[in-house]
């Protein structure tokens, strides 16, 4: 019987340290009728401790922690003091307990050094970085993260067990410090770790390291990638109960598709709120604020900001302080108050030693100020030095309400379907009185604004129909469009709209898709005569692109146009893109790109093979061998013969 239970013991590490909780929580419900008199049985329920803490739930993990560290009084084994201190400081971060939280981590780190075991103290350093990141420590972690592992490196095949999760706690202090690159880069490394595992084991080595890799995806403003990122994490954590995790991943897919499509993502946001504690639930309340903010309900807003103060931990750790503090600064309508709330929030980022963070308050702050041209682009060049782009401002968040402050007042959207925004606010289908004065404005926007003959227009609204009688209904229509675009009656009939008795025209309107073309000619001929800012300013265009233009109008003809420049334009960015991401080995940026061309045509040859020997340099063989069976599908659909595999191509 001892036996049985030592075996499930250690499957209940063993499965919380692959990153499946919800096996480790059933290993140790096995072990429920033991008590806590053996080192192996108070390191298993410490253990599933942390299990139930991954898995959201905090009251079983306290009532566990609390028996473990009772019965480290009559234990002095130092692997089991370290994993249980380990755990209660973890745990105690979560709910808020800071001081309780460093009590026992510093039991851990003592027990360890007691013992004279690196490892031991490489687990406590790991087991705990995390928190300590939140609280504004990341350099110190990354030292100290360096230096245990170092001296643990004499246990080879158990330190590179935990050099995945070493990997992502160092990736995560850096992501803190700014330093995206090197961040990325070790987000990428644990990923790698992962893939080699196979699909069937080393959850946790995948799951957190794709969220890293979305966060910086994210940061950067490249929101494609990101969204790639975290809609994998999502479903690696759901499969192996990860319910932090979770929450974290889908926080970050709801805020990266909060500033185009804030109806989702508000459903992302409540469901990341489900079921986790800590900062993960924090974090999900804020995004869900944030959406608020973005879709015009303040109110809403406001009362996530509430909520999210209220919880436990939410002013123990700099960083989420900091981010409330943000949130509830968009949330003041009085401009000194806003301010005042943001100067708080700079300050405590910088304490936090977030310099990233900071210098995208300083933006924020010098844009709602109306502070000039000049300090703006200061500010914008100092967070560009991170390798933060303009597409960072797209995703929900301070730089999407700080830059809608500067935003024209009516704004335009045909890329991905038919949207208005007034002052930043989507204009809801319910203020709109007539389909007509909307087909009407879709019209003119895709004859690029040009005065266009009102007998043209009226033939495409009401085809078949006398013109003679369908003018009135025109000038109907155009009344109704000019009252839905200024409904205050602020500025001058023919403000946005001019017509004359011949010819009808589009004036001071701000169009996406305008936008994205004139950012998309300029990104090209940065790239065809440097490649050393070429890969952020394709970025920037590509992010720009939202969706063909119209798509809710597939079949309307006189969308053609517009909408087949605005795709050979989003090809040949895609297409650079890639390239820029292969010249500077960025296989995850590559992968990204290459998928998204061939969303765009399924049918490019040299796309497809180089998707394949991508993800086979990656590891990820059974992925690039499904892939090598669709581009064979695909050629034999046009009567094109398959290349190989490009098995030779991939081992050299």
Known sequence: MRGQRGEDGRLVALFQLLGEPERAVAAHRRLASAGLDTPEEITAAAWAAAAHCARGALRQAQGLVRRTVGALERCSDPYAVVVARTTASA???????????????????????????????????????Q??????????????????????????????????????????????M?????????????????????????????????LGVGDVHRERGELGPARTAYQEAVVLAERSGDRQTLSAALTGLALSRGGGDPHSAAVLASRAALGCAGPPRIRALLAGGW??????RCEAAAEAARQAAGEPGAQGSRAVFAELLELEAMCAVDPATRQALLGDAEEMWATA??????????????????????????ATAWLGQFGVGAGAGDAAGLLNRAAASQCPAVTVRVLGGFQVLRDGCPVGAE????????????????RRGLPTPRELLMEELWPEQDPARCANRLSVALSVLRLVLDPQRRMAQDHFIVADNYVVGLARLHVDVQEFLAAARHALGVAGRSTEHAFAALAAAEGLYRGDVLADEPYAQWATALREEAQAAHAELLA??????????????????????????????DTHLALVRLLAAASRHGEARRRYRMYAGCMEEIDVVPAPFPVRQIRG
């Open 131 to 176: 928190q300590r990141i939140e609280q504004g420590e990341p350099r110190e972690v990354l030292a100290e993260l360096d230096s245990a592992l170092g001296a643990a490196r004499q246990d080879a095949a158990l330190a590179v067990a935990l050099m995945p999760s070493v990997r992502c706690r160092r990736a995560a202090a850096l992501l803190a």
């Open 353 to 378: 030693q977030r310099p990233m963070a900071v210098a995208r308050v300083a933006l924020a702050r010098a844009q709602l100020e109306g502070a000039g041209a000049t300090r703006v682009r200061e």
């Open 431 to 446: 203020q709109w009185q007539s389909k007509k004065a909307r087909d009407l404005l879709k019209l003119l926007v895709a």
């Open 178 to 210: 700014g330093e995206l690159d090197r961040s990325a880069a070790e987000f990428t490394g644990a990923l790698t770790d992962y893939h080699r595992l196979g699909d069937g084991a080393g959850l946790a080595l995948g799951a957190p390291a794709l």
């Open 291 to 296: 959406i608020a903010l973005t879709a015009g």
């Open 91 to 129: 745990v105690a971060a979560t709910d808020g307990r800071c001081a309780a939280a460093e009590h026992h981590r510093q039991c851990a780190l003592q027990a360890a050094g007691a013992a004279g075991d690196p490892l031991l103290r490489l687990m406590s350093v790991v087991g705990t970085a």
């Open 576 to 605: 650079r893109l890639a390239a820029a991401a292969a010249e500077n080995r960025d296989a995850y940026a590559e992968i990204h790109y290459r998928l998204r061309l061939l969303e765009r045509d399924p049918y490019d040859e």
